[in-house]
């Protein structure tokens, strides 16, 4: 069957979606070699760093077949030598003819370079083809590339009235189990998964990706749980139980506090398995949030995930460090005593923060709304 260049690319972002939770900290790419008339010859995405990245794989796929073919890729051909060789001398050594991106390299130190190797060695280079599609599926990545920052994901649920959990800080569970297995997807898919001490203490969660729980096939989900994200427990004065659920298991764990923070508190703490790091302070004394992000970004986490109380989420929305707000909102009614979503100091209209949403759908019995902010304070 032959395609046309735009579906060719568009199946080659099919195919880095299926690296969605498993390429960090790489971006997630694929890749299809096709022939002058659109039919393919070989395909591929990659899998995990370190293994081969999309263009070497489709090019085994391809075989002897990829020579004097067009190869169609969602990122530009790395011109670098990581963990795996070039790219962009894998695709000369195989003898294509053109090259198709979907995008530059973000990276600013090394984007063009792998499209300009390509054009020295006399391969055609043409696009960038569906780009916003291909940015789309590594914004994280994108942003960490670009600013120095992962991309940050705020994760709530509530009431249809707005409230998370009763005034006794009871909350399991607002939401249903197609919703929870919603999160575990959203957990797998990030580099790290950020909470406060007042959550740790309350409800002691895991804040791990569970297998079992996301609604995946066993082979998919287990491959997403592989690699459990960085748990990341912000507490200025170490108050985190050194019996928590969250400090157990396999998935590392990082506390992060200030210079104030008691010594032997931080031992115990360590003695328990968690790595401890100090952070400067906020005006208030309080971890400061941004310091926080930076630190994550030079860890190589693309997209971190914000799964806390009111306060700390408010917290990194009121300062303007949320990219995405994932909302799911449950067909329930908890009452004006309940707690609300986020613990925000806005006392006027004209202060309020603006938000648009992007999708809403339902999860189960519940919705999910998607919204994205640009709030800078």
Not at 144 to 166: F, H, N, Q
Not at 314 to 335: C, N, R, S, T, W
Not at 356 to 370: K, S, Y
């Amino acid at each position: 069957m032959a395609f046309t260049p735009r579906e060719l690319m568009a199946r080659a972002i099919q195919l880095a979606e299926r690296g969605r939770y498993t390429t960090m900290p790489n971006p997630r790419v694929g890749c299809v070699i096709a022939d002058a008339d659109g039919k393919i010859v070989g395909e591929g995405w990659h899998k995990r760093a370190g293994l081969g990245h999309a263009e070497v794989e489709a090019l085994q796929d391809a075989g002897q077949a990829a020579k004097g073919q067009i190869a169609y890729v969602t990122l530009e051909p790395c011109s670098h030598t990581g963990k795996t060789g070039p790219c962009a001398d894998a695709l000369i050594a195989a003898g294509v003819v053109k090259v198709v991106y979907g995008m530059e390299d973000p990276n600013p130190a090394v984007g063009g370079k792998g499209l300009q190797k390509l054009r020295d060695a006399g391969i055609e280079v043409e696009g960038p083809l569906l780009e916003e599609s291909c940015r789309s599926l590594n914004p994280g990545f994108i942003k960490r590339m670009t600013l120095g920052l992962p991309l940050v994901r705020t994760k709530s649920a509530m009431s249809i009235d707005g409230r998370t959990a009763m005034a006794s800080g009871e909350s399991k569970w607002v939401t249903g189990p197609a919703a929870r297995a919603d999160v575990q997807a959203l957990r797998a898919r990030s580099c790290a998964i950020v909470t406060g001490v007042d959550s740790v203490r309350h409800d002691n969660p895991n804040m791990n990706v569970r297998p079992d729980e996301m609604a995946l096939s066993e082979a998919e989900a287990a491959a997403a749980a592989e690699k459990q994200p960085l748990r990341v427990i912000v507490d200025s004065k170490l108050r985190t139980p050194a019996k928590a659920f969250i400090l157990q298991g396999e998935a590392p764990t990082l506390v992060v506090t200030t210079a104030a923070a008691d010594d032997e508190r931080r031992a115990r703490l360590e003695k328990a398995g968690a790595e401890v790091q100090v952070l400067p302070a906020d005006k208030d004394g309080r971890v400061h949030l941004g310091e926080l992000l930076k630190e994550l970004a030079r860890r190589e986490c693309n997209e971190v995930l914000v799964e806390s109380g009111a306060t700390l989420t408010g917290a990194f929305m009121y300062q303007g460090h949320v990219d995405e707000l994932i909302v799911y909102m449950a067909p329930k009614i908890l009452g004006s005593s309940a707690r609300p979503l986020f613990e925000l100091p806005i006392e006027r209209m004209g202060s309020m923060l603006p938000i648009t949403i992007t999708d809403m759908r339902a999860v189960g019995h519940d919705w999910r709304i998607t919204a994205t902010t640009d709030i800078e304070r």
